[in-house]
């Protein structure tokens, strides 16, 4: 399986990032793959970080996104019952 890949790991932040990699090898949910111009191997975790078909990365993006509002949501919540009085 060669690129391109969609790494989701700091979509929140930066996006989803579209990468070219050759893969090198794949061993229990890992792909050891080589990004296109680098000269070292890069260590992917496949459907946690980086995904070889787009729809997977923008759902996975998606639920990253979800999560992150609820945690916000659940924080709001806490400071709104602090009193100082």
Do not use: C
């Not at 399986?1 to 930066?14: D, H, Q, R």
């Not at 296109?36 to 998606?62: P, Q, S, T």
């Amino acid at each position: 399986m060669n690129g391109p890949f969609w790494i989701t790991k700091y979509a929140l932040s930066g996006g989803i990032e579209k990468i070219g990699a050759a893969k090198t090898g794949i061993r229990e949910g890992v792909l050891l793959a080589k990004p296109r111009g680098h000269i070292f191997d890069a260590i992917l975790y496949l459907g946690k970080n980086i995904f070889d078909n787009e729809a997977d990365a923008k759902a996975a993006a998606e639920a990253m996104r979800e999560k992150k509002i609820a945690s916000l949501k659940k924080q709001i919540a806490k400071l709104e019952k602090v009193s100082f009085s």
